[in-house]
């Protein structure tokens, strides 16, 4: 009975430890070839550690002024697109999660039905609207195209916080004479932070990580984000014989970890609001 | 050796271009000493973009840009296929430098040449050849490169078979196997050799013919044997990584790998050479035509000082320094016939045997490129298996649809 | 009596006025919203539609005309389309498969209770806070021919085979290891549903089931997966639909390669490389449709269970 203990304990041990590795094994192979020479990494049999670690490619990386171009970019569009959806998404949410009127279960099954459309189906139309608009190779393209998957989201998620927040406290409101936008700004955004700390992770992110419309609206080097520009790596910055991939893995650990370490630290966070985004739908 | 000085430079100062220049081989090195050139001596700053290495990618790039009337792009690399379809977004060269262009091939300014504009200027020509490693084909008891697609297999096997003990991943022959525009290169002369014609007779595709799937049914039957597996992703550079690396016997690629082979310290210096590209027997030996021109925006905020670097990118004296320094083929018969030129050229001489093919941009018009994507998309279905008469009736609809 | 009714009437006068007054300032502050709604998704979705039934091009001289159905009958001979369509079917049931059976497998380790549990969870989140291009890149170094750390383990420590192989080049390996990047990336996600789905089954229903002496398998297929149906359909639906408009992991992993274009892939070529807008939406609509297909499937399958 004991023995039988102790094996189960040990398999169950053995499968969690399985599942790390598996989880983190491609991240941690980058970040080790990351440091790696280019000596070592074009040899066989490969080395699981580097020997003589060295930044060379982090310096060349960082010295590449596309790529940080690229990273600025990113930065730019994937904060204004989460500031442009949490201002707009909380007003929609206030409305539907506060007030019951004609319409309000259409509206929501329009913003529900548009996290589950492809953005690809939209695609031709978004371009010609891009180029209408004198946006083409313009980051602002982004920002307004990205509100695509990034605005029901946030409505979807920010309604469920609001709706929860007992009735009593609106009514003390209005008592006091709030008007409905003091309402809204001085006691349902505030009750409301936490899940616009939430669904602006999850916007960022989902920004950061986009590629298809940076692929189709933006152009020249000096507007491609970074999903863009590492795939564009290899077309454009080796001269050597060698696909550069000691860069390109360098290139790859500096524009994940800052995500991985947001996921971290908010962890708890995102957890709930991925799962409480799906599971309500 | 220093890139030349501007000729008749005048001062551009506070203009700010563009440029999408070559980024195959050494073409992005001297681009960029071309352009600091012109900087010094015109004042004009000259940002050098590379352009996607793939020809397609560039093509939809420059389509995008121009459907927004973009001005984030002065002065483009062009294939010679591309004036025609590009002609309205082009500036008209013709009042500046003319007088330049008269001094360039006739049959290229007819290329640039777009019902009456001159929407661009020619900058280099080029053509498909078969690379060999002369000192290969002596150790094997080869006195003469191939002359049939036969031959070349069999001599491809034999040297791949020897060569295997020293190096494991030797290859036979490389070429560009990728689907983009390069393979449509490639797969033109395969079937052009093999008398399958060559993709459009007038508006009409004529690819579903049998000689033409004997063509791809053969080049399908190379990869894996004595083409690598991974030939179905290569474009130009990889090709050439891997032939001046000294792993390969034979490769197809355009006359810039010939001054890149020869540089001190490749592996293959002096140890390869040129002949014109195999046929079936009866058949001719077929190179497709090929070369890049230079154009001017129409959004461009600087166009003269746009056409001014034109104007220095297509001089004689730059076309001889592009010439000695990376052997890229000048389009002035006057320079093409330079001693020094001629010298570091000498494979003009030596593929004259082969017919010249040209990608078929006439007859395609404006749908040039989506013909090419059919035709390419197909012929590498194809090499990844698809029964070859069947890729050819999938292309042959696509084209159709295309140009209906 | 009057007076009350008049009373009443009143009341629900005002009543009625003031619910309006509160429908208006809804619909004002849902109206930033509506509007880039329908700017940026209803509108171009109309677009799409419309432009399907014509042979718009961008940049071309021609006005475009309007031509009913003919891209769609097109589409049903296009061989490029059905191979893409065929692939990406394939692809979303293979993965969809593995990353039920897999997050399942997660969900239920981690709904025991160890030490370190929530470490383990955090580390879920690295494959999925890792843009898809990136971590494409990625696996693409570790299937490298040459130096990829696969071949190495295969070949030279393990002596499994006894060449390397192309993974990403050789048609036999190309779809798997498209595969295996989908699922690294979002079991996580799978996973993470099932277990907020786990836990919120009473843990009562267990012990009662064990005091009737059920066996584990017995308590796992009568409570847990009948509880857990919700929380399955989701993932199911959410990874059917990404799996049907998977573009990255090709994109990145193949480019244009015609043998491994999926129903995405495809039709960013013919919008963006060949600008064909009208035979691009109309293989944009019907990605709509396959998705769709998929959806009655499920519900019909769901709802013959309830019953």
């Known amino acids: 009975m004991k023995a039988r203990g102790v094996a189960r304990r040990a398999a169950f041990g053995m499968a969690v430890v399985f599942l790390v590795v598996y989880l983190v094994f491609p991240f941690g192979w980058a970040l080790v070839s990351s440091f790696k020479t280019n000596a070592e990494l074009f040899s066989l049999p490969a080395r699981f550690w580097p020997e003589h670690p060295t930044l060379e490619h982090y310096r060349r990386v960082l010295a590449n002024?596309?790529?940080?171009?690229?990273?600025?970019?990113?930065?730019?569009?994937?904060?204004?697109?989460?500031?442009?959806?949490?201002?707009?998404?909380?007003?929609?949410?206030?409305?539907?999660?506060?007030?019951?009127?004609?319409?309000?279960?259409?509206?929501?099954?329009?913003?529900?039905?548009?996290?589950?459309?492809?953005?690809?189906?939209?695609?031709?139309?978004?371009?010609?609207?891009?180029?209408?608009?004198?946006?083409?190779?313009?980051?602002?393209?982004?920002?307004?195209?990205?509100?695509?998957?990034?605005?029901?989201?946030?409505?979807?998620?920010?309604?469920?916080?609001?709706?929860?927040?007992?009735?009593?406290?609106?009514?003390?409101a209005y008592m006091d004479g709030a008007s409905p936008l003091q309402l809204f700004a001085k006691i349902m955004l505030p009750l409301a932070a936490p899940g616009m700390v939430t669904t602006g992770l999850l916007s960022f992110i989902a920004a950061w990580n986009e590629l298809l419309f940076a692929l189709s609206f933006m152009q020249t080097p000096d507007k491609r984000t970074v999903t863009h520009a590492i795939l564009s790596f290899s077309a454009t910055t080796s001269s050597a014989f060698e696909v550069p991939w000691g860069q390109m893995m360098a290139a790859s650990v500096l524009v994940t970890t800052p995500l991985v370490l947001l996921a971290l630290v908010f962890q708890r966070r995102i957890i709930a609001g991925l799962t409480a985004g799906a599971v309500k739908g | 050796m220093p890139p030349p000085r501007v000729p008749r430079a005048e001062r551009h100062a506070g203009a700010r271009l563009v440029f999408y220049a070559e980024s195959v081989g050494i073409g992005a090195a001297i681009d960029r000493a071309l352009a600091r050139r012109f900087a010094l001596d015109t004042g004009a700053i000259v940002d050098v973009v590379l352009r996607p290495r793939d020809a397609t990618e560039t093509y939809a790039s420059y389509q995008r840009l121009f459907q927004a009337r973009s001005a984030d792009v002065d002065v483009l690399s062009l294939d010679i296929v591309w004036?025609?379809?590009?002609?309205?977004?082009?500036?008209?060269?013709g009042a500046a430098l003319g007088g330049l262009a008269a001094t360039h091939l006739e049959a290229a300014i007819k290329n640039d040449t777009v019902q009456g504009r001159l929407v661009a200027m020619p900058y280099f020509t080029d053509f498909g050849m078969l690379y060999y490693r002369s000192d290969l084909l002596q150790k094997y008891g080869y006195d003469a490169p191939p002359a049939t697609w036969d031959e070349l297999e069999g001599m491809a096997r034999t040297i791949q078979g020897g060569e295997r003990a020293r190096s494991r991943s030797f290859a036979g022959f490389v070429w560009q196997g990728k689907a983009y525009e390069g393979l449509t290169c490639n797969a033109l002369e395969w079937i052009h050799s093999y008398g399958g014609g060559a993709i459009l007779e007038g508006r009409e595709p004529t690819v579903e013919n049998p000689r033409a799937a004997q063509a791809l049914a053969r080049f399908h039957g190379f990869v894996g044997t004595i083409s690598p597996v991974g030939v179905t992703g290569y474009e130009e550079e990889d090709a050439r990584n891997v032939f001046q690396g000294g792993n390969a016997a034979f490769m197809r690629n355009w006359p810039y790998a010939y001054a890149a082979g020869n540089t001190k310290g490749s592996r293959i210096e002096g140890r390869f050479d040129v002949a014109p590209l195999p046929h079936e027997p009866g058949y001719e030996s077929s190179a497709i035509l090929g070369g890049w021109t230079l154009g001017v925006s129409r959004y461009s905020r600087?166009?003269?000082?746009?056409?001014?670097?034109?104007?220095?990118?297509?001089?004689?004296?730059?076309?001889?320094?592009?010439?000695?320094?990376?052997?890229?083929?000048?389009?002035?018969?006057?320079?093409?016939?330079?001693?020094?030129?001629?010298?570091?050229?000498?494979?003009?001489?030596?593929?004259?045997?082969?017919?010249?093919?040209?990608?078929?941009?006439?007859?395609?018009?404006?749908?040039?490129?989506?013909?090419?994507?059919?035709?390419?998309?197909?012929?590498?279905?194809?090499?990844?298996?698809?029964?070859?008469?069947?890729?050819?009736?999938?292309?042959?609809?696509?084209?159709?649809?295309?140009?209906? | 009596m009057s007076t009350t009714t008049g009373e009443a009437e009143k009341q629900a006068e005002v009543a009625g006025i003031r619910a309006k007054r509160r429908a208006r300032v809804a619909w004002a502050f849902l109206t930033p919203a509506l509007i880039v709604t329908a700017f940026v998704a209803l509108y171009p979705l109309c677009d799409t539609l419309y432009l399907s039934l014509t042979n718009t091009r961008l940049g071309s001289e021609e006005p475009a005309r309007f031509v009913g159905l003919s891209n769609y009958v097109e589409l049903a001979h296009d061989g490029f389309f059905l191979d893409a369509l065929l692939l990406t079917v394939l692809f979303a049931v293979i993965t969809v498969v593995l990353e039920l059976a897999l997050g399942l497998g997660i969900a239920l380790l981690l709904d025991a209770r160890f030490k370190g549990r929530s470490a383990v969870r955090a580390a879920m989140l690295v494959p999925w806070a890792i843009p898809t291009a990136v971590s494409t890149q990625m696996w693409k170094w570790m299937y490298n021919d040459v130096y990829?750390?696969?071949?190495?383990?295969?070949?030279?420590?393990?002596?499994?085979?006894?060449?390397?192989?192309?993974?990403?080049?050789?048609?036999?390996?190309?779809?798997?290891?498209?595969?295996?990047?989908?699922?690294?990336?979002?079991?996580?996600?799978?996973?993470?549903?099932?277990?907020?789905?786990?836990?919120?089954?009473?843990?009562?229903?267990?012990?009662?089931?064990?005091?009737?002496?059920?066996?584990?398998?017995?308590?796992?297929?009568?409570?847990?997966?009948?509880?857990?149906?919700?929380?399955?359909?989701?993932?199911?639906?959410?990874?059917?639909?990404?799996?049907?408009?998977?573009?990255?992991?090709?994109?990145?992993?193949?480019?244009?390669?015609?043998?491994?274009?999926?129903?995405?892939?495809?039709?960013?070529?013919?919008?963006?490389?060949?600008?064909?807008?009208?035979?691009?939406?109309?293989v944009s609509t019907a990605i709509f449709l396959v998705i769709a297909v998929f959806i009655v499937i499920y519900i019909a399958l769901f709802q013959r269970r309830d019953t």
């Open chain 1, 65 to 172: 002024d596309d790529f940080l171009r690229a990273a600025l970019n990113s930065v730019l569009v994937a904060s204004s697109v989460t500031l442009v959806s949490l201002a707009i998404g909380a007003l929609a949410a206030f409305a539907l999660g506060r007030y019951r009127f004609r319409g309000r279960s259409l509206v929501l099954y329009v913003i529900l039905s548009m996290t589950l459309f492809p953005q690809i189906a939209v695609l031709g139309a978004l371009f010609q609207l891009v180029n209408a608009l004198g946006l083409y190779n313009r980051l602002p393209a982004l920002t307004l195209t990205y509100l695509v998957f990034t605005l029901p989201f946030t409505i979807w998620v920010l309604t469920g916080f609001l709706e929860a927040v007992p009735v009593e406290i609106e009514e003390a």
């Open chain 2, 83 to 93: 004036p025609g379809i590009f002609a309205p977004h082009l500036l008209d060269l």
């Open chain 2, 302 to 404: 600087f166009p003269d000082a746009a056409v001014a670097f034109v104007g220095y990118l297509c001089s004689p004296e730059v076309q001889r320094f592009r010439a000695l320094v990376g052997g890229y083929i000048p389009t002035i018969p006057a320079v093409q016939s330079d001693p020094d030129v001629a010298r570091v050229l000498p494979f003009l001489e030596r593929v004259r045997g082969a017919t010249l093919v040209a990608r078929p941009s006439n007859q395609a018009g404006a749908r040039y490129n989506e013909v090419s994507i059919a035709f390419y998309q197909g012929v590498s279905k194809a090499l990844y298996g698809t029964d070859p008469e069947k890729a050819l009736e999938q292309i042959a609809r696509r084209i159709r649809r295309s140009l209906r």
């Open chain 3, 148 to 282: 990829g750390v696969f071949n190495d383990v295969l070949v030279n420590r393990l002596g499994l085979l006894s060449e390397p192989i192309a993974f990403t080049a050789d048609p036999r390996t190309s779809l798997p290891a498209a595969v295996l990047v989908d699922v690294w990336k979002t079991t996580p996600f799978v996973a993470l549903l099932l277990l907020a789905g786990l836990q919120l089954i009473p843990r009562e229903l267990y012990e009662a089931a064990r005091v009737d002496g059920a066996t584990r398998l017995q308590a796992f297929t009568r409570i847990t997966l009948p509880l857990l149906r919700p929380a399955l359909l989701v993932a199911l639906v959410f990874r059917t639909l990404d799996a049907l408009r998977v573009f990255d992991v090709f994109y990145v992993m193949f480019g244009s390669r015609p043998d491994m274009q999926t129903l995405a892939t495809y039709a960013h070529e013919i919008l963006v490389s060949i600008s064909d807008v009208g035979y691009g939406s109309a």
